[in-house]
T-cell receptor, first 116, second 118 residues
Framework: KAGVTQTPRYLIKTRGQQVTLSCSPI?????VSWYQQTPGQGLQFLFE???????NKGNFPGRFSGRQFSNSRSEMNVSTLELGDSALYLC???????????????FGPGTRLLVL | AQKVTQAQTEISVVEKEDVTLDCVYE???????LFWYKQPPSGELVFLIR??????QNEISGRYSWNFQKSTSSFNFTITASQVVDSAVYFC???????????????FGQGTTLQVKP
């Protein structure tokens, strides 16, 4: 079974631009979560989607948004990029059979975003 | 508030040595889930183990073993006879709770970088 896939793998943008990252979960998985990883802050939760609905959101500004489609694929968008948005963005999927029960999350390879 | 602490920032061992990675967590609830993930240089987080708070049995999987002690709020990870391929960053994580339910949010420790030298 194919794992979580994320596109693109690498991205270079300039301040003020916007970016959209894509995540395809493991086949059959219905929950998708996003995390930001930086050297200073470590791994931080961005948001979680289940059945096209945002179930949970981390402490990030409104410039960070996301959505989930009916096939469980998810996208996250960052508008008006800042230098501090440079990070590895990781997507994770879980079965979603019992949302909110600590299901195992399986991670994709991440998208490395560099903001210049 | 829930929190995960991995006090060891970096550990360096020589191949075939045993090494233990420490993880201490804080939570006020009785039901929770703990995880360990491995992050090799490629960046992807690889799932290693999931443990719920009611299962205090230690677990062994090949060269890996986990010691869960609720009394000390610790969930330590031991690699026996380490190999160069074990070099990676290891993360301990706690599933966030909201009331009596878990959410989809994982709270991660800062990670421990393990370097295994040949």
């Amino acid at each position: 079974k194919a794992g979580v896939t994320q596109t693109p793998r690498y991205l270079i943008k300039t301040r003020g631009q916007q970016v959209t990252l894509s995540c395809s979960p493991i086949s059959g998985h219905r929950s998708v979560s996003w995390y930001q990883q930086t050297p200073g802050q470590g791994l931080q939760f961005l948001f979680e989607y289940f059945s096209e609905t945002q179930r949970n959101k981390g402490n990030f500004p409104g410039r960070f948004s996301g959505r989930q489609f009916s096939n469980s694929r998810s996208e996250m968008n960052v508008s008006t990029l800042e230098l501090g948005d440079s990070a590895l963005y990781l997507c994770a999927s879980s079965l979603g059979v019992y949302p909110g029960t600590g299901e195992t999350q399986y991670f994709g390879p991440g998208t490395r975003l560099l903001v210049l | 508030a829930q929190k995960v602490t991995q006090a060891q920032t970096e550990i360096s061992v020589v191949e075939k040595e045993d090494v233990t990675l420490d993880c201490v967590y804080e939570t006020r609830d009785t039901t929770y889930y703990l995880f360990w993930y491995k992050q090799p240089p490629s960046g992807e987080l690889v799932f290693l183990i999931r443990r719920n708070s009611f299962d205090e049995q230690n677990e062994i999987s090949g060269r890996y073993s986990w010691n869960f002690q609720k009394s000390t709020s610790s969930f330590n990870f031991t690699i026996t006879a380490s190999q160069v391929v074990d070099s990676a960053v290891y993360f301990c994580a706690l599933s966030e709770l909201r009331g009596s339910s878990n959410t989809g949010k994982l709270i991660f420790g800062q990670g421990t970088t393990l370097q295994v030298k040949p």
